[in-house]
Nanobody, 124 residues
């Protein structure tokens, strides 16, 4: 398992953009599928995006498809979530996670470890 630390959250106006980062440390010799989930107040944690070990395959929830982009730089052990055209309903704590399969993450299974999260608030 990896230790995961998210950064890049903050307050942004509707229509704005943020880039979240997730830095991984630990078993850096092993590549893992990586993903982003989010949890809004009073709601369950939900899948946002996932990326395969090599970065060639990505998955997105319908609510963010076309607005968010997940990517990774394996040389830096870092995963990114570029979030554009942000809406108030995107407000949540965003968590980074790792597992063996991006497809499994998209089905909300197989997550092995989590970061502590970074707050994203979309408000005017």
């Amino acid at each position: 398992q990896l230790q995961l630390v998210e950064s890049g959250g903050g307050l942004v106006q509707p229509g704005g953009s943020l880039r979240l980062s997730c830095s991984a440390s630990g078993r850096a010799d092993t590549l893992y599928a990586m993903g982003w989930f989010r949890q809004a107040p009073g709601k369950e944690r939900e899948f946002v995006a996932a990326i395969s070990r090599g970065g060639k395959t990505t998955y997105y929830s319908d609510s963010v498809k076309g607005r968010f982009t997940i990517s990774r730089d394996n040389t830096k052990n870092t995963v990114y979530l570029q979030s554009n055209s942000l809406k108030p309903e995107d407000t949540a704590v965003y968590y980074c996670t790792q597992g063996t399969s991006a497809q499994e993450m998209a089905n909300n299974v197989g997550m092995q470890s989590w970061g502590k999260g970074t707050q994203v608030t979309v408000s005017s």
